[in-house]
């Protein structure tokens, strides 16, 4: 897992994980990151959830039923899965290793459950953000400015809330989605930063070594 560093210096690829109550923003800030960040690739994940309007195959998620999620977990093709209202959630796990041993850093819109088995499987390559509304009254409003689930759907998810709001301290950061812009270029220095990180700057030792070299003649 060495990834060309922007500055020269070989580093390992990271795994960049966002989770947050849903409506929060992790898609949107996602999007943001994607576009606007280079050398980071989105993990798509599979679901059994019903397409939203808007939604591309392929592009959000690949949309299987029941039967295929229960084959791609037999065949051990997720790297972690977990169920949430009541639909599976998994991330490919081919995609993810090929991001990154071609030196990407990959992005991952997963909740608590899928958070918890990355670490178990690769701690010190995860770095995870816990995005939170700043208010209840917000993340109502935003369910419905949507616009994409039934009235029924979205009080499903406001109880949900309470329950994925109670795991914010196994996160390394957290970010108050108030003012995209702001929770943007926040989460950006947090990427900005973690690539910067010693331990997983493999190349830094030859790096310092050739400087040494040079200081010397
Ligand atoms: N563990 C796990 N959770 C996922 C995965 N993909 C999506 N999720 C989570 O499933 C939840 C519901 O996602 P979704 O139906 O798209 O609704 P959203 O919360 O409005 O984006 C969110 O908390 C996602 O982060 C995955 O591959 N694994
Ligand atoms: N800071 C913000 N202020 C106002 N609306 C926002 C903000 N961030 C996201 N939204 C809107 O809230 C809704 C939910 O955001 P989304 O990114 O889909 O959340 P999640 O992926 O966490 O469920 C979307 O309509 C989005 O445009």
């Known amino acids: ?22 409506g929060a923003g992790k898609t949107t800030l996602s999007r943001l990151l ?13 679901t059994t959830r019903p397409m939203r309007p808007g939604e591309v195959d392929g592009r959000d998620y690949f949309f299987v039923d ?3 999620f229960e084959a791609m977990v037999a065949q ?9 209202f009541d639909n599976r959630y998994g991330t490919p796990r ?18 608590w459950q899928g958070t918890q088995q990355l670490r ?29 689930d039934s009235d029924e759907v979205i009080r499903g998810r406001m ?11 196994e996160y390394d950061y957290i970010v108050v989605n108030q003012n995209v812009d702001d ?8 990427l900005k930063a973690e690539r910067l990180k010693r331990e997983r700057r493999t190349g830094l030792t030859e790096f310092v070594r050739k400087l040494q070299r040079q200081l010397e003649k």
């Open 1 to 22: 897992m060495t990834a060309g560093g922007f500055d020269g210096v070989e580093r390992r690829g990271l795994m960049f994980v966002l989770s947050s109550p849903s």
């Open 34 to 46: 994607i576009e606007r960040m280079p050398g980071l690739k989105m993990s798509v994940s599979a």
């Open 66 to 68: 029941k039967l295929r």
């Open 76 to 84: 051990g093709e997720l790297l972690e899965w977990a169920t949430v």
């Open 94 to 111: 081919a995609p993810v290793e090929t991001a990154l041993s071609a030196g990407q850093d990959v992005l991952f819109d997963i909740d």
């Open 120 to 148: 178990e499987k690769a701690r010190a390559d995860v770095v995870s953000v816990f995005i939170l509304p700043p208010s209840a009254a917000d993340l109502e409003k935003r369910l419905h400015t949507r616009a994409q």
């Open 159 to 169: 109880s949900r809330a309470t329950h994925e709001l109670s795991h914010w301290a």
């Open 183 to 190: 929770a943007f270029a926040e989460v950006q220095s947090i």
